[in-house]
């Protein structure tokens, strides 16, 4: 699919399960509907492998260069979006009334997530092109915001005797994710080792 406004808007009246190539390395990609886009950002109901939802992913329009409609993967993945649907662990991290509380009318997503979550001491994952051009991810809180960068405090599973920081450049940021697995994840492990009182939840 060529994408372009018109399609996104297409894509998000149809509320059709699509794969979203946005990623430096081709083989890696998201999953989801898009719920909602201003100029420069989508905002996806990310699904996960299982057919869970996994968070909410805004994603930099200016990364994606291809969205897949239809594939035998995405079909398998619809059924089992029903069977988690039917055994009710669709959405265990209540990400579907996170959305509802979202003005998704609104003209700049980036600043307004990254605000939200930096106030609330709300954990993200925040997906960045690092300096040697390959895809990058740190998840944990926001330390500090500025329109030119974001500091991150982060755990490290492989040492764990401190809380460590990343900055990342606004510009940099490929995608944000909230309200995950990996979110949750980090949350416990920030909450329980380190006593620092933050979200994994929207």
Request: proline fraction near 1%.
């Amino acid at each position: 699919m060529i994408v372009n406004s018109t399609s996104i808007k297409t894509l998000q009246a149809s509320q059709q399960l699509v794969e979203i190539h946005h990623f430096i390395n081709p083989d890696t990609y998201s999953i989801g509907f898009i719920v909602a886009h201003d100029s420069k950002f989508c905002v996806v109901k990310s699904i996960d492998p299982d057919g869970k939802i996994n968070g909410l992913l805004l994603i930099n329009r200016a990364d994606i260069y291809a969205i897949e409609e239809q594939s035998d993967y995405l079909r398998a993945l619809v059924v089992k979006i029903e069977l988690a649907q039917k055994q009710g662990y669709y959405d265990i991290w209540h990400v579907e009334p996170l959305i509802k509380q979202i003005d998704l009318r609104q003209i700049n997503f980036l600043w307004t997530f990254l605000q939200s979550t930096y106030q609330q001491k709300q954990v993200l994952t925040i997906g960045f092109t690092d300096d040697a051009d390959l895809d990058a991810t740190v998840t944990g809180y926001i330390k500090a915001l500025t329109h030119e960068d974001v500091q991150v405090n982060y755990v490290d599973d492989y040492d764990l005797s401190s809380l460590w920081t990343l900055t990342c450049q606004l510009e940099q940021i490929n995608y944000l994710r909230l309200a995950s697995f990996q979110t949750h994840e980090h949350a416990a492990l920030m909450r329980t080792i380190f006593n620092e009182q933050v979200k994994g939840e929207g």
